[in-house]
């Protein structure tokens, strides 16, 4: 039932982005799961290396329903990288107190 869920969830996550300069929004096939993975780098990075949180909270604080992101995390290199069902992937740095934490791209 739950692998049910999931490639509904995956059929059906189709989202559009707006054009910066105001042209139609474009179909974004992948959306959800982008999103998502972006959502828990960058947000997991902020709770981390901004708000200084320990790592136990920080994953209770940006877990998602369904859970189908998970995190790492490279102390050293301030870095926080998420993925989703192998295909989806992004990370996120701490730069500094006045930047914060900013994805990679």
Known sequence: ???LAMFALLAGG????PHPDGQPARPYATGDLTLLVHYTAKET???LYVEQMPEQFCRAWTKANPAVASWSNDAQK???TASALLLWSASARFVDDDVGCVLDR
């Not at 189709?14 to 982005?17: G, K």
């Open 14 to 17: 189709c989202a559009t982005i």
């Open 1 to 3: 039932m739950r692998v």
């Open 78 to 80: 301030k870095t926080v």
């Open 45 to 47: 990075c902020s709770c």
